[in-house]
Structure formats: C-alpha cells, structure tokens
C-alpha cells in the first residue's frame, strides 16, 4: 500500500511565523502535490513537484513555498503564516503514469 | 476548461437506503474518473476509478460507471451503513491536471 505521511495532525502557530509542513512517501513517486481544503471550496492545488526540485504553482501560490531536495519528501512553507492561511492541508503523491493520486491525512493547520 | 460539478449536500439518508451521488465533468479528450472518500478529520483516500468509457469502478459495494455520453460518473450503493457518512469528492485526471469536486457530505442514521 502507498504511505503518504504528514509532519503533524494539528498545528498552530501566530501570525506571522514561518511554517513548515512536511510530508513524506514511502512508494518511489515522481509526483507530489499540495492542496488546502476549505469548506465549501473543495481542494485547491497550492503547488506540486514532477521531480526532485523541480516544482510548478498550482490555482493559488501565493504566500506558499515548496521544497523537494529528496523525492519522497515534498515541503509546504508559509514565509510569514496569516489567520487567513487557517485550513487543512493535504498532501498527495502520484506516479507518472498513472492517474490516481494517494493523499496523506491532513494537516490542519491554525493561525491566531 | 476541465471541470467536475457535484451534486451539493448535505445528504441524509436512513441505514439501508440507495444512495446516489451525481457527478458530471467537463472535460476534452479522454479522462480518467474517480470516487475520494474523506472520513471526518482524515486525508482522502481512493474509493473507486474508471479510466475510460463504459468502464465501472467498484469497491465497498459502491460503484459507479463512466458514461461518455452523457459525461456522467454517478456514484451509488444498494444499502448504505452508518460507516459510510462521510465526504464523497469525484475528481477527474486528465495529463498533469487533477480536478475535484466540492465534495457532497452524507450522514448515514441508524
């Protein structure tokens, strides 16, 4: 089975601290994916790696940075965390070539 | 542009009943379709998929079948279990780009 992991389940952090979320995949994935989940928008693609520091903006980049120095570990920064960045925050792998993606299970993350 | 309209919820149907989740897409060419399934305070995980027309995905006793002609992926069960609420997301893949759903919650009671 394909294990996608995540940093931590629950976060909280003030406004305007740095934020790292990690996440990690145990079954050799090309692809990594992050997206924040917010109701009554579904999921939107904050960004996504095809290869080891190779990266792409998604539908909403902005106030988001990613890192990927190892293929099975795929970073999510905030550079100064906002209350509007309160949101949970999946990750997800794929393999190129196949279609499915597999998610991690969320981090949700809140900034007072 | 590609897209995946759902049907809004929330659903609330007695244990036992048929249950059915409409989703259309959007789409050029030839995607691949699936059912996310996301338990209260978890990630999504893959429930079933179809990769091209009249293909039927199943897990779980729920299926849904890919109908090109009416760019329609409709998820059912035949008698759903209290185990079962939870958010159901269709999602479309198509190359690099993955669409989903807003998702439609269905609460299950006893």
């Known amino acids: 089975d394909v294990k996608v992991t995540q940093s931590s389940r629950y976060l909280v952090k003030r406004t305007g601290e740095k934020v790292f979320l990690e996440c990690v995949q145990d079954?050799?994935?090309?692809?990594m994916f992050w997206y924040r989940q917010d109701p009554g928008l579904g999921l939107r693609l904050i960004y996504f790696?095809?290869?080891?520091?190779?990266?792409e903006k998604g539908d909403i980049p902005e106030g988001y940075s990613v890192s990927r120095e190892k293929k099975e570990r795929f970073s999510l920064i905030l550079e100064s965390a906002s209350t509007n960045q309160t949101s949970m925050y999946l990750c997800a792998s794929r393999r190129t070539g196949f279609h499915e993606q597999y998610f991690g299970p969320g981090t949700r993350l809140t900034v007072t | 542009g590609d897209s995946v309209t759902q049907m809004e919820g929330p659903v609330t149907l007695s244990e036992e009943a048929f249950l059915t989740i409409n989703c259309t897409y959007t789409a050029t060419g030839y995607p691949s379709l699936f059912w996310y399934v996301q338990y209260p305070g978890e990630g999504l995980q893959l429930l079933l998929k179809a990769t091209k027309a009249d293909d039927k995905g199943s897990n779980k006793g729920f299926e849904a079948t890919y109908r090109k002609e009416t760019t329609s992926f409709h998820l059912e069960k035949g008698s759903v279990q209290v185990s079962d609420s939870a958010v159901y997301f269709c999602a479309l893949s198509k190359g690099n780009q993955f669409y989903f759903g807003t998702g439609t919650s269905l609460t299950v009671i006893p």
């Open positions: 790696s095809y290869d080891v520091k190779m990266k």
């Open positions: 079954m050799d994935h090309e692809n």
